[in-house]
């Protein structure tokens, strides 16, 4: 018999080696970043059924993670202010690279990857100068860096690609921190969040501003649905009784719409919304809040809100099914929600699962 190593070394040589899928990784449907009981941080693959199919150590605490559009990798971001980015092998666990934030800047746990999967782009502070950055690195040689170009504001967060485009759109919570000053925020008399849509080399192609009983709503997480809307979560900066909607929608070219409950649902989200999601038929989009412990999920077409779900430290959000939704929390809750008002609770875990749960299929 000939060895298995032989076979793959030939096979290699002619360049017909398999290639590595989400199915060696266990199929998972979603990522998210996790601390264990033993004080390890991870980087969890979750299943549809809330189990978890890989497991691998981080240096420190998670935050979210970019997931590669066709190869079993996922970049695992430290949380702000972290300096480090994980890529991740699903498939076998292993560390393919490590990406560590240019000197004078640190990540905000956020990332999105060109449509072919050739380029990295990842928000950053550079702290110094009190400036949003976008890095660029390239994954086809070892995510080396190959350039930057600015945010359109400052503090940018999350970042997403438009579908089927280059365009990238970039949630700038207008935000001014710096590591001297821990997660202190050191510019709220003077902060204008913004939604800025950039194309590859920087180039600003829209930036939409709130009106000014906005100024401290600062924009931090996204989703975008197939035809390119765009819905952004909001954490007010004021007091929590005198927050404005959380969320909102937008198309380029177009006003922003605000959706909010009515006084009493709202106010229990304490003016900060966590993730935000469509559902998969995009008639649906969600917010949770993690200090309000819900869920609350209004109807895309005229933002109506049609359940608001006592959730404990619920947090990471994304669609499931074609309509519902799922989401974890820090309580090692993996649940889910349709439209009917049925919510399962999928699994338990002795996990405290971080703010995002990112989709992989």
Request: net charge negative; hydrophobic share 40%; glycine share 12%.
């Amino acid at each position: 018999m000939v060895p298995r190593r032989t076979v793959l070394g030939g096979l290699m040589a002619t360049g017909l080696a398999p290639t590595a899928t989400w199915a060696d990784a266990g199929q998972p449907t979603y990522v998210t970043a996790a601390l264990r009981p033993d004080g390890v941080y991870t980087l969890c693959g979750l299943d549809g059924a809330g189990q978890i199919t890989f497991e691998v150590p981080l240096p420190a605490r998670g935050h979210a993670a970019a997931v590669h559009p066709t190869r079993p990798e996922a970049i695992a971001f430290a949380r702000r202010p972290g300096t480090f980015a994980l890529v991740i092998d699903c498939s076998t666990g292993h560390q393919i690279a490590r990406v560590t934030a240019p000197e004078g800047r640190h990540f905000y746990g956020h990332g999105a990857f060109s449509a072919d999967g050739s380029l990295l782009y990842t928000t950053e502070n550079d702290f110094d100068a009190a400036r949003g950055i976008v890095g660029i690195w390239d994954a086809r040689q070892g995510y080396r860096r190959v350039g930057e170009f600015a945010s359109g504001g400052i503090g940018p967060h999350d970042i997403l690609r438009l579908p089927g485009t280059e365009t990238l759109v970039v949630a700038n919570g207008g935000i001014e921190t710096h590591p001297d000053s821990g997660r202190a925020k050191l510019n709220l008399p003077t902060m204008r969040p913004d939604l800025s849509y950039l194309t590859p080399d920087g180039t600003v192609l829209e930036q939409v501003e709130l009106d000014a009983d906005h100024r401290l709503a600062s924009i931090r997480h996204l989703d975008v649905s197939p035809d390119g809307t765009v819905a952004f979560a909001m954490q007010w900066q004021g007091d929590p009784n005198e927050a404005p909607a959380p969320l909102g929608l937008h198309q380029r070219g177009s006003s922003p719409a605000l959706l909010s409950a009515d006084n009493a649902d709202h106010l229990e989200l304490q003016g900060y919304a966590g993730s935000v999601a469509f559902s998969n038929d995009s008639q649906l989009v969600a917010i949770t809040s993690p200090r309000g412990g819900v869920v609350q999920v209004f109807r895309a077409s005229d933002g109506a809100i049609l359940r608001s779900i006592t959730a404990v430290d619920a947090c990471g959000l994304s669609s499931h099914s074609d309509r519902g939704f799922c989401y974890t929390s820090g309580e090692g809750h993996v649940a889910f929600w349709e439209p009917g008002g049925r919510t399962v609770a999928l699994s338990a875990h002795p996990r405290a699962f971080d703010n995002h749960l990112i989709r992989v299929s």
